[in-house]
């Protein structure tokens, strides 16, 4: 028994000695340009699919609105999430091809995700990812409009998508209540009613 106890003893010591190390001499990589080996791939992309998957389980859908709604989501898109998320027959941009992991195909996701996932995602973001966390900024009936337009992308073609483009005129408030940027009015807005980035119904 009293061998046991050294034996976790030494064995605690020596790795908290070898975590310390790395820690401080520097031997991680933290660059970018770095590929993760696949193992730790895997361990990142699994945590973070439970994670969600968990966390988006208590958020309600609200009803989507059809057409006019998808638009909307598509200006929000376009605006704040096309640079990183490659929209149909568009070229990546020098951003998205540097960021490490890689922003993915969001036809592909929205696919496999529920529209309760994406609207976790954007809302919370995806921490040590490029993946910015839009609620402290924006309004869930905006990011709603965000999920509709995203589930609307595996049906989406190049063509599809440069017609929407051109269609709808850039800049905001056009149809009204589009985009609302709390960061953007002075005194930064009242803030107070966003700190809990669950949807209102997690915890
Ligand atoms: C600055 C770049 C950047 C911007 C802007 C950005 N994203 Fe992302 N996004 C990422 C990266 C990088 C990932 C990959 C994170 C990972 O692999 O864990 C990601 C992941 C995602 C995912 C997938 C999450 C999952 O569980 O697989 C969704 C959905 C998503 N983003 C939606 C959006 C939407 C919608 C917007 C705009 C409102 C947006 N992103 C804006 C970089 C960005």
Redesign the pocket.
Known sequence: MKNVIITIGITITISTLLGLTVVYAGLFNVSASWKDPALVRWV??TT??NA?KSRAASIKVPPMKGAQQVEEGFR??RE??A???TPPGTPVSP??KG?N????D?AR?AEQ?SSA??FW??KNG?RM????A?GPTHEDAELWN?VAF?KTLPEMSSDDYRTLDQQAPEGHGHSGGGHNDKGSEPGLGDDSHHDDFGGGHTH
Do not use: D, K, N, Y
């Open positions: 990142l992309a973070r699919e969600v929000s898109f704040m999430c640079s990183c998320h951003v998205a960021l992991p890689e922003p993915p969001l996701r995700m996932e994406l995602v954007i995806i990812t490029g993946m910015p839009w965000i995203v």
